[in-house]
């Protein structure tokens, strides 16, 4: 259930918001729309280079980007255990597990009375103190933010390789268990549900706020492209 709460926050970012922004503008104006989430993009990318043992030598937004897309360079390994491998299969999805926990973050700020079940969508837009600036301010960001929590073309190419392996070997190790194992592998398998029921509810938070937020930016992108009739 999380992991489906979890790929519809990104679809949304993808799908809904990513248009949505670039419906309201171009050229510079719309890489300043896109900055609050592309930097933690980017941010996002760096941090999980240096914990995987990797140097930064490389950084740049989409703003200052020849491409207009924003990177992150790896350099030299900074510890002598480092592996290629274990960065590429953390980095290139390290944005959208902050994308999504930035997400679920603000929205329990904003609206802390919401329901941890698909309930909160609803009931969190009523305990909104609407009439407050930082709600207004808070779903202004989540639109960026959102929009760019989602692995670019780029970052799955370089995830495909070690995920494909990193999957084939857990499920042969889960296969091993059940066969020689079962009660390990039950044991493990009931780790798996309490880690899901305890994480279901930041997933629903942060679709929720990505949800208002596409509501939100439907408005300028609505007027934008008005404009250009």
């Not at 995987?52 to 030299?76: E, N």
């Not at 926990?101 to 009375?113: C, I, M, R, S």
């Not at 999957?167 to 009660?183: G, I, K, N, S």
Request: hydrophobic fraction near 60%.
């Amino acid at each position: 259930m999380t992991l489906a709460l979890f790929g519809a926050t990104l679809l949304v970012g993808a799908l809904v918001q990513r248009p949505l922004l670039a419906r309201c503008g171009s050229g510079v104006f719309l890489h300043l729309l896109r900055l609050p989430g592309n930097l933690l993009h980017e941010l996002a990318h760096a941090v999980a280079f240096l914990l995987t043992g990797y140097t930064v030598k490389g950084f740049a937004v989409s703003l200052f980007d020849a491409g207009g897309r924003g990177h992150v360079t790896p350099g030299a390994p900074w510890i002598p255990w480092t592996r290629p491998w274990v960065a590429n299969l953390i980095a290139p999805v390290a944005p959208a597990f902050a994308g999504v926990a930035a997400l679920a973050w603000a929205q329990l700020h904003v609206a802390p009375g919401a329901g941890a079940g698909g309930t909160a969508l609803a009931a969190s837009l009523v305990d909104v103190a609407w009439r407050d600036v930082v709600p207004w301010m808070v779903l202004v960001v989540a639109g960026p933010v959102s929009a760019e929590a989602s692995p670019s073309d780029v970052d799955l190419k370089a995830w495909a390789v070690p995920a494909t392996v990193v999957t084939c070997l857990l499920v042969a190790v889960w296969a091993a268990a059940r066969a020689w194992a079962p009660e390990l592998a039950e044991d493990a398998l009931s780790g798996v549900r309490m880690l899901d029921v305890s994480l279901r509810a930041s997933a629903w938070r942060a679709l929720a706020l990505a949800t208002w937020a596409a509501v939100l930016w439907s408005v300028p992108a609505w007027f934008a492209g008005r404009l250009r009739q």
